[in-house]
């Protein structure tokens, strides 16, 4: 093992001093020539490039002779594409490049759907992407709140559903996998995500790809996968206060009422971010309090996020890159309603005292290294912990705890085989253990490979994809199983300017420790332990295409995007009753998601913009030949920005999802949850006005007045929790 | 475009309006008399190890006041109309758990203190407390409120190893 080290130090040091050839150039704004300083110049495939400086120069040093594309992206301007060739040793390639002043982000990069920098056009599956502007104005705190506004995601509680692929399962085992930084984010017991342990204010992207995912993600990337990546410190110091005070207004109907006054919360967060030559840091460290609209359902948190990167040369060959990220909160209780005419007050057998303490801890380091070949070789290892555990509890009141951690290392290269071909593979272990009174101590072991090869057969903007992945599950004695996850897929960027898109790929998730193990007794629901419990599966597949239109001879412009997809899941795990009343997790159905997605998106002049998606599902339960229960069949989001003078802007969004259609009857029919029945279709309106102060009061300052839910709507997202009413903040931010 | 703008978010606030949300039911003006209706659980299941000797009955009893007026002056609040009781034949004996109703004919009521009581000889003043309606573990009382037309539901787990403290 030591001789393998010490080689790949000896290799990583030989390949940063060879030579080889150079791309230098300038960038600058295509309208006066002004040279753009702190643009992004990324080669393609290989995570490798260089930012300009203040005369708007770059330089990428020491690159093999053969073809290469840059990336050319900046805040504003649409990203470019230039291809050239670097023809021998030691030649130099000079370019120039003029990027157009669009705030239409129609190329912007992306790096999760295949585990390497791509354009969007390429990318052959479904992807939205929220940018930082768009995450910080709505005044978010939680992942989940921003995924509200993705289009065909929908999220219910703890459980996030895109296209269908999640319903109802007590926030236990999710099908959408969740990674921050390339590092994965869900829990090692229930496989949850934790929606609070996520450093959002310095998420500066989302990426969303929609449609199983296993063949790159493995397990829990059923439906999908969220990418959230943290911001690149510049080379000039950047801090940042924010802070936000508000209130849920009273509900409009009196048995609502539960507290005298209206319900507060607050939050600040201050970070700092640097580059220093080769070193870059970031440091961020925030806390929350929200009293709640409803009773025993408060909750105080603090957030800590560090990132140091270290570059080891002057060209971004070598970098090391550690996180850590912590989160503590401090929770009431909540479960579900007393009833519909008490649906802000807990049952009355509950005890209303019982909190939960949780903390989550992440820590992972990432090695990425460019040979001078240009492969790139990426080794990742994290750990997430996480716990929690009740008190105020009553004598002989039995706890909910669980002490759990995630092991994860990943080394992955990537790397042209050809000009034409471009390979990624890689190798993933992962180990969760889990102590808990409620699931004892167990152990659950992943061990994966995947491969998947993307092909430009000689057609002009065709691109091919396959792959697999093939992952060993074993959990202490309950059988083994190995899941093969293969993915065909294709993008065709045509000479219309219309990028088309094809996939098919299985996805698939292991039963998490919780769904085998778990045998507690809980507000009078007793959940039985099943160790039997299989992997369910998915196959989906989608076609695609997407174009951008101008509107006008200025820079106008309408991107439009439409999708029709199918997803066959089968095993699926959901918390069904027995035939003694008791809860289990069991393989119970097999079901099918189809669909059409439509995206509209403009940026006008002057920066009015509207944004509208609709997502129309299928789902049925082919199991019991009815609708799959806990879905809505419509998903409708839409946005507007409206600039009202200089430096004030209003926007607004707009959520709408049917009524779903069913949800188990015997659920309600049992009694469990009083009212588990009352549901509607939901209808949120968020509105907020966003006023730079810059040129009001020279300083950097920015206020936001949100009203979130405005015309007071009341519905509920899953059964037996009013979702939350009427919310006033105001937010300032101060960039330094 | 404005135009396109202005009807979009006109759609948008037709579709908000059509919505109706959900509600509570309407508050009805109840009338009529009360019922308190509890369940007792015995922790330990029905074998009663380690309740107080000579287990001659068990009654549930609420009253109005509370600090508790001495075992003499319970009767004197049985009758003047301050305290209820299950009834003077004894809830069952020995079993995992066991239900009672008590009519409270006189609504609203506020009972400040919600027990049950086991009787440990013949003589009618010998009550032993072996629960009380609580959500401290000090047995602190919680008041229980029964309207005009009321049904209120409550439940009272008894641990003959853990007694609550005696009022008297």
């Given amino acids: 093992m030591k001789s393998i080290v010490l080689f790949l130090i000896l290799y990583i040091a030989c390949s940063i001093y060879a030579l080889a050839g150079t791309i230098q150039g300038k960038v600058i704004d295509s309208l006066d020539n002004i040279p753009l300083y702190g643009a992004t110049i990324r080669i393609e495939g290989i995570q490798i490039g260089a930012r300009s400086n203040a005369d708007g120069n770059f330089s990428i040093q020491r690159l093999k002779p053969g073809n290469y594309r840059l990336l050319i992206s900046y805040v504003g301007y649409k990203t470019e594409n230039v291809s050239l060739a670097i023809p021998s040793d030691n030649s130099t390639v000079n370019i120039i490049i003029s990027l157009l002043r669009k705030d239409v982000n129609s190329n912007a990069i992306i790096v999760s759907a295949g585990k390497r920098t791509q354009s969007i056009q390429e990318v052959p599956v479904s992807v939205a992407l929220l940018d930082q502007q768009s995450i910080q104005q709505r005044n978010v705190n939680r992942i989940d709140e921003v995924l509200r506004y993705v289009s065909g995601v929908n999220v219910a509680r703890d459980q996030v559903s895109i296209r269908g692929s999640s319903g109802f399962a007590l926030g236990i085992g999710s099908r959408v996998a969740l990674l921050l930084d390339g590092f994965p984010m869900l829990s090692a017991d229930n496989g949850d995500m934790k929606f609070d342990a996520l450093p959002m204010p310095e998420i500066q992207r989302v990426e969303v790809v929609k449609g199983a995912g296993s063949a790159l993600y493995g397990t829990g990337a059923l439906g999908g996968v969220v990418s959230l990546f943290t911001r690149t410190p510049a080379d000039t110091a950047r801090i940042m206060i924010r802070s936000y005070a508000g209130v849920y207004t009273q509900p409009a109907f009196d048995q609502w009422v539960v507290h005298d006054a209206p319900p507060p919360l607050y939050g600040l967060d201050i970070s700092y971010s640097q580059r220093f030559d080769n070193l870059e840091c970031t440091l961020l460290g925030g806390t929350r309090y929200d009293k709640s609209y409803r009773l025993t359902d408060q909750s105080r948190r603090f957030n800590l996020f560090s990132k140091i990167a270290y570059t080891f040369d002057e060209h971004d060959r070598t970098i090391l890159t550690g996180i850590i990220n912590l989160a503590h909160e401090d929770k009431g209780d909540w479960v579900f309603w007393n009833s519909l005419d008490s649906a802000t007050r807990p049952p009355t057998s509950s005890n209303a005292d019982r909190m939960t303490l949780s903390s989550k801890a992440m820590m992972g380091l990432n090695l990425r290294h460019l040979f001078k070949d240009n492969g790139l070789l990426n080794i990742r290892s994290g750990i997430f912990l996480t716990d929690f555990d009740n008190y105020n509890l009553l004598p002989n009141e039995e706890a909910v705890a669980s002490n759990a951690q995630s092991f994860n290392s990943e080394i992955q290269y990537s790397r042209s085989l050809f000009t034409d071909v471009f390979l990624t593979t890689g190798l993933n272990v992962i180990l969760n253990r889990v102590e808990a009174p409620i699931y004892g101590t167990k152990q659950q072991r992943f061990i994966s490979g995947y491969a998947q090869t993307e092909i430009k057969p000689g057609i002009e903007g065709l691109i091919m994809t396959i792959g697999g992945r093939v992952d060993h599950e074993q959990t202490d004695d309950a059988d083994q199983h190995f899941v093969i996850s293969p993915k065909i897929a294709g993008s065709w960027l045509s000479p219309f300017g219309v990028q088309f898109r094809a996939s098919i790929g299985r996805g698939f998730r292991a039963a998490t420790v919780a769904e085998r193990y778990a045998a507690l007794r809980f507000q009078g629901i007793s959940v039985q332990p099943n160790e039997a419990i299989r992997p369910e599966y998915s196959l989906s597949y989608e076609l695609g295409a997407s174009t951008a239109l101008p509107l006008s001879e200025s820079a106008d412009m309408l991107l439009m995007d439409i999708a029709v997809f199918n997803n066959a899941m089968d095993d699926l795990v959901e918390p069904s009753f027995t035939v003694t009343g008791n809860v289990q997790f069991q393989n119970v159905t097999a079901a099918r998601v189809r669909g059409i997605e439509i995206g509209l998106r403009t940026q006008l002049s002057h920066g009015f913009g509207i944004e509208s998606s609709l997502t129309y599902m299928d789902p049925v339960d082919l199991t019991q030949n009815q609708t799959l229960p806990y879905r809505s069949s419509i998903l409708w989001y839409s946005r507007l920005s409206i600039p009202i003078i200089e430096n004030i802007q209003f926007q607004t969004d707009y959520r709408y999802l049917s009524r779903v259609e069913l949800i188990d009857a015997r659920i309600a029919a049992l009694g469990f949850i009083a009212d588990a029945d009352a549901r509607v279709a939901i209808h949120v309106c968020d509105m907020r006005l966003v006023m730079n102060m810059q040129s009001m009061i020279a300083a950097p300052l920015t206020l936001t007045l949100n009203a979130k839910n405005v015309f007071d709507y009341y519905y509920s997202e899953i059964m037996g929790n009013l979702a939350p009413n009427r919310q006033l903040s105001i937010q300032g931010e101060i960039l330094l | ?168």
């Fill in chain 2, 1 to 168: 475009m404005k135009d396109s703008i202005i009807l979009f978010f006109a759609l948008i606030l037709l579709l908000i309006s059509c919505g109706e949300g959900l509600a509570p039911s309407e508050p009805e003006a109840k009338v009529g008399p009360g019922l308190l209706r509890g369940t007792i659980v015995f922790k330990g299941g029905k074998d009663w190890l380690n309740a107080p000797d000579s287990v001659i009955a068990v009654r549930a009893a609420g009253f109005t006041a509370y600090p508790l007026p001495d075992s003499a002056g319970i009767v004197n609040e049985l009758l003047e109309g301050r305290a209820i009781i299950s009834g003077f034949q004894s809830l069952p004996l020995f079993v995992d758990s066991t239900t009672f109703e008590i009519p409270i004919p006189k609504p609203p009521m506020t009972l400040q203190y919600f027990a049950i009581a086991q009787q440990t000889s013949t003589d009618l003043n010998d009550q032993t407390i072996i629960g009380v309606y609580s959500d401290k573990p000090n047995f602190a009382p919680l008041p229980i409120v029964i309207g005009s037309g009321d049904t209120v539901n409550i439940r009272i787990t008894v641990d003959f190893n853990n007694l609550p403290p005696q009022p008297f």
